[in-house]
């Protein structure tokens, strides 16, 4: 099992970067895939961008390629996500996740295990 802790949220202007981490327990975090997801008012949970075990392949949604990238430290036992050139439309509360499987998924209900989330607001 795994708890993640996440951390980094905050209010922030439009353009503006961002870097969010997510703090892992226990020494089997190599085995777990982990991804992040945020999650809007009035919104469903949307997918934002996943990694592998090892941090070799990612896979990120299309409304943020080019803006945000995930990355992870195992020696950490630490999940990234660094934002840059933040819109409105980016505010959300923000979770990481993991998976019992070392290959990455864009699916949230793949991942079984979840963090309490972190809030994000970009102003215009």
């Known amino acids: 099992q795994v708890q993640l802790v996440e951390s980094g949220g905050g209010l922030v202007q439009a353009g503006g970067s961002l870097r969010l981490s997510c703090a892992a327990s226990?020494?089997?975090?190599?085995?777990?895939?982990t991804g992040w997801f945020r999650q809007a008012p009035g919104k469903e949970r949307e997918f934002v961008a996943a990694?592998?075990?090892?941090?070799?392949?990612?896979n990120t949604a299309d409304s943020v390629k080019g803006r945000f990238t995930i990355s992870r430290d195992n020696a950490k036992n630490t999940l990234y996500l660094q934002m840059n050139t933040l819109k409105p439309e980016d505010t959300a509360v923000y979770y990481c996740?993991?998976?019992?499987?070392?290959?990455?998924?864009?699916?949230?209900?793949?991942?079984?295990?979840w963090g309490q989330g972190t809030q994000v607001t970009v102003s215009s």
């Open positions: 990694i592998n075990w090892s941090g070799g392949d990612t």
């Open positions: 996740a993991a998976r019992r499987s070392r290959w990455l998924s864009p699916v949230g209900l793949q991942y079984e295990y």
């Open positions: 226990g020494r089997t975090f190599t085995t777990y895939a």
